[in-house]
């Protein structure tokens, strides 16, 4: 079956850099990723995406110059590159997988398959 796990979360201290994976399985076809986040009281939220066939991209406004998305489909892994990360940033972060678009799409709701999460907490 499809799984999708998550992995590179932790601590981190205002300013600094994670980088975050998601280890995908299961699928027999192409597939596209998005990674979003949710921080305690607060609705989930969308940060990125990318798509299977030509790796083309898609990023929240609040993202964009701060996170990097990017995928070794030799590893069936995603990666999601975050730099100047600031206390707001402090949530758990979420892979998902769709397979039906022909271009990823960056709304949580056109997702079926989701990993576990990971802690990001960016405090000093």
């Known amino acids: 079956q499809v799984q999708l796990v998550e992995s590179g979360g932790g601590l981190v201290q205002p300013g600094g850099s994670l980088r975050l994976s998601c280890a995908v399985s299961?699928?027999?076809?192409?597939?596209?990723i998005g990674w979003f986040r949710q921080a305690p009281g607060k609705e989930r939220e969308d940060i990125s995406c990318?798509?299977?066939?030509?790796?083309?991209?898609s990023y929240a406004d609040f993202a964009k110059g701060r996170f990097t998305i990017s995928r070794d489909n030799a590893k069936n892994t995603v990666y999601l590159q975050m730099d100047g990360l600031k206390p707001d940033d402090t949530a758990v972060y979420y892979c998902a997988a769709e397979s039906l678009l022909t271009w990823c799409a960056i709304s949580s709701s056109f997702y079926d398959y989701w990993g576990q999460g990971t802690q990001v907490t960016v405090s000093s």
């Open positions: 990318i798509s299977s066939s030509d790796g083309s991209t």
């Open positions: 299961g699928f027999t076809s192409d597939y596209h």
